[in-house]
């Protein structure tokens, strides 16, 4: 299924005809928020279908040409994103078809915890992009990617869709806010609304300290040498960092300098050495501690 026509330059879920300001009833202009909602939500999935079931099983059919780790670091878990959305839009679906009384919160309620998917791939998105950047480089990888494209019958390519859904992830926040504005006080989605704007502002907040923790890792990993262990990120968040120093109990040597890296349920101590970090010793932390 092909997405609809979007210019990826735009804001691809501005309000539509009759959506700008006017002097509607209350229970007119809430009507107006939850259609655009509800349309652009079915807009985005089609993107997502778009991406994962034309662009992504296109390209699975050169692996010469694309590897499958290419696959992986270019689609990620849009799948993950599109199932999420699938459900997402159902349920949406199903409040739209009531006259009255539509709680659109409950949708949001249901789903936010499925959203946390945004996580990884907004942490991983940049690599994803210079992926598709290093194919289209290339002859045969700009034949195949072309190709895909008429297949999906866009005119958008592979880079503009595959940065659709941090786009729509942050539009949230902005269609709840209109939605609570134009929401009569009497109405008994109003208190619930609110909730539901606090979580996906939380859901925003999640993406950003996910997004610099990855950071933070990655520049960490890139300094770290003759590293052994578990993979870092099974410690959890990386908290803080700087000088250790210490001595041994019973020696009389001067204290020597140790750099420490804070984990939630480890310290990784090293040994600084320039720009560099040279790996000594993990202390897993108790879990208690």
């Given at each position: 299924?092909?997405?609809?026509?979007?210019?990826?330059?735009?804001?691809?879920?501005?309000?539509?005809?009759?959506?700008?300001?006017?002097?509607?009833?209350?229970?007119?202009?809430?009507?107006?928020?939850?259609?655009?909602?509800?349309?652009?939500?079915?807009?985005?999935?089609?993107?997502?279908?778009?991406?994962?079931?034309?662009?992504?099983?296109?390209?699975?059919?050169?692996?010469?040409?694309?590897?499958?780790?290419?696959?992986?670091?270019?689609?990620?878990?849009?799948?993950?994103?599109?199932?999420?959305?699938?459900?997402?839009?159902?349920?949406?679906?199903?409040?739209?078809?009531?006259?009255?009384?539509?709680?659109?919160?409950?949708?949001?309620?249901?789903?936010?915890?499925?959203?946390?998917?945004?996580?990884?791939?907004?942490?991983?998105?940049?690599?994803?992009?210079?992926?598709?950047?290093?194919?289209?480089?290339?002859?045969?990888?700009?034949?195949?990617?072309?190709?895909?494209?008429?297949?999906?019958?866009?005119?958008?390519?592979?880079?503009?869709?595959?940065?659709?859904p941090m786009q729509r992830i942050l539009k949230?926040?902005?269609?709840?806010?209109?939605?609570?504005?134009?929401?009569?006080?009497?109405?008994?989605?109003?208190?619930?609304?609110?909730?539901?704007?606090?979580?996906?502002?939380?859901?925003?907040?999640?993406?950003?300290?996910?997004?610099?923790?990855?950071?933070?890792?990655?520049?960490?990993?890139?300094?770290?040498?003759?590293?052994?262990?578990?993979?870092?990120?099974?410690?959890?968040?990386?908290?803080?960092?700087?000088?250790?120093?210490?001595?041994?109990?019973?020696?009389?040597?001067?204290?020597?300098?140790?750099?420490?890296?804070?984990?939630?349920?480890?310290?990784?101590?090293?040994?600084?050495?320039?720009?560099?970090?040279?790996?000594?010793?993990?202390?897993?932390?108790?879990?208690?501690?």
């Open positions: 299924l092909a997405a609809p026509e979007l210019d990826a330059t735009e804001d691809i879920y501005a309000p539509g005809p009759g959506g700008g300001p006017s002097v509607l009833q209350p229970a007119v202009k809430r009507n107006q928020v939850l259609e655009e909602l509800h349309s652009t939500e079915a807009n985005y999935v089609q993107v997502l279908q778009t991406v994962n079931n034309v662009f992504k099983e296109t390209l699975r059919q050169y692996p010469k040409i694309i590897s499958k780790g290419d696959l992986r670091q270019i689609f990620l878990n849009v799948d993950e994103l599109l199932d999420a959305h699938h459900r997402f839009l159902d349920e949406m679906g199903s409040i739209m078809k009531k006259t009255t009384g539509r709680m659109m919160s409950q949708c949001f309620a249901h789903h936010m915890k499925s959203f946390t998917c945004y996580g990884p791939f907004c942490c991983e998105i940049p690599e994803a992009i210079n992926k598709v950047k290093e194919l289209e480089s290339k002859p045969a990888g700009a034949k195949v990617l072309d190709q895909a494209k008429k297949e999906s019958k866009q005119r958008f390519n592979l880079r503009d869709l595959l940065n659709v949230y926040p902005l269609l709840l806010k209109e939605l609570v504005k134009h929401t009569p006080d009497e109405h008994p989605d109003k208190p619930h609304l609110a909730s539901a704007k606090e979580a996906v502002e939380g859901l925003a907040k999640f993406i950003n300290d996910s997004k610099k923790n990855y950071d933070n890792l990655n520049n960490m990993t890139a300094s770290l040498k003759q590293y052994s262990g578990k993979p870092l990120s099974a410690y959890g968040t990386l908290d803080k960092d700087g000088d250790l120093m210490y001595k041994c109990e019973s020696g009389r040597e001067k204290l020597k300098v140790r750099y420490a890296f804070l984990f939630s349920s480890a310290i990784i101590v090293c040994k600084p050495r320039g720009p560099f970090y040279t790996f000594k010793s993990t202390v897993e932390l108790d879990e208690n501690y």
